[in-house]
């Protein structure tokens, strides 16, 4: 069974930094592409960050935040500088992944972590 979990959210003052990680356990085939999305209060789920080879980033978030992998351990990081009270959100990892002896891949998805950004 394939499982996203993440970690490192929190409070912080606005200007701080966090750093989110993402964990994917299970057996697996492929990791072909993990993202960062969030879900600020009020608002529709969107994406801040994603690589699938390349990154892309959300333009509120280019040039603060910074998404890497290890995919010798299986893990996405999103750094986070520069916090600002926007960025308060439930921050999701997702990734297209293809299960162990499978090479169909599937969105999988984490419970999200909370990040508070105070003024």
């Known amino acids: 069974q394939v499982q996203l979990t993440e970690s490192g959210g929190g409070l912080v003052q606005a200007g701080g930094s966090l750093r989110l990680s993402c964990a994917v356990s299970?057996?697996?085939?492929?990791?072909?592409?993990m993202a960062w999305y969030r879900q600020g209060p009020g608002k529709e789920r969107e994406l801040v960050a994603s690589?699938?080879?390349?990154?892309v980033y959300a333009d509120s978030v280019k040039g603060r935040f910074t998404i890497s992998r290890d995919n010798a351990k299986n893990m996405v990081y999103l750094q986070m500088n520069d916090l600002k009270p926007e960025d308060t959100a439930v921050y999701y990892c997702?990734?297209?992944?293809?299960?162990?002896?499978?090479?169909?891949?599937?969105?999988?998805w984490g419970q999200g972590t909370q990040v508070t950004v105070s003024s």
């Open positions: 997702t990734g297209l992944i293809a299960p162990y002896l499978e090479f169909r891949e599937y969105h999988y």
């Open positions: 299970g057996r697996i085939t492929n990791i072909n592409y």
């Open positions: 690589d699938a080879g390349s990154t």
